[in-house]
């Protein structure tokens, strides 16, 4: 599947730049951001899903303030929990400013993840106060997934009452106010990184 391959490449490059600002001791967050968004620009776009209370949302949802925007699924033991509650950590630190942003769940789950599903995942203790959860039809998460380039897919667990787990990219995107990508965090960006570098964002605007 090309789609597959190309999401992968992109990974990669962002994974690389994501290393580099890691491993760099004394490296300011911002810097890598800077370096990826001249090469990878081309991240969101529109699409169609319906939110925890069941509401059909589109791209304009993420205009008029920045977001926070995470791809995972309720089912998933640790990394999504662990990415969800870095947010809210991020929210914390933010104080008021905390409130200036969306922070939003996108599923790579949808046929176990529900609107309802969803409902109660996004109220849970740690995650962001008024975090927004996102789900759709099978076809409309591959089409948010093809927009933000992000890799998931389901690898079978027979041995599991769960049958399957959903392999996905551990990324966090920054989006504008204009909807458009700002920055990314992944696995290792703790919430003071988070949390600064959209500080710098709602306060110089990029
Ligand atoms: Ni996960």
Redesign the pocket.
């Known amino acids: 599947m090309p789609f597959v391959k190309f999401a992968m490449a992109s990974l990669a490059v962002l994974s690389l730049s994501a290393c580099g600002q890691s491993d760099g001791a004394s490296t300011r967050s911002g810097q890598a951001g800077t370096t990826v968004t001249s090469g990878q620009a081309d991240i969101g776009g529109a699409f169609s899903l319906v939110n925890q209370d069941g509401e059909r949302v589109s791209e304009e949802a993420l205009i008029g303030k920045p977001h926070l925007i995470y791809f995972?699924?309720t089912y998933?033991p640790d990394?999504?929990p662990t990415a969800l509650q870095k947010m809210g950590q991020a929210q914390n630190l933010l104080g008021e400013q905390g409130d200036d942003i969306g922070y939003v769940l996108i599923s790579v789950d949808p046929e176990r993840d529900t609107a309802e599903t969803l409902s109660q995942y996004v109220e849970a203790n740690g995650f962001p106060e008024g975090l927004q959860g996102y789900t759709g039809t099978p076809d409309e998460i591959s089409a948010v997934k093809a927009a933000y380039k992000v890799y998931a897919t389901k690898v079978p667990t027979p041995d599991s009452a769960a049958e399957y787990t959903v392999d996905?990219s551990d990324i966090m995107y920054l989006m504008g106010e204009d909807g458009k990508f700002v920055d990314f965090f992944y696995g290792r960006s703790t919430p003071a990184e988070m949390s600064a570098r959209v500080k710098a964002l709602l306060e110089t605007g990029a």
């Open positions: 995972g699924f998933c990394v999504c996905h």
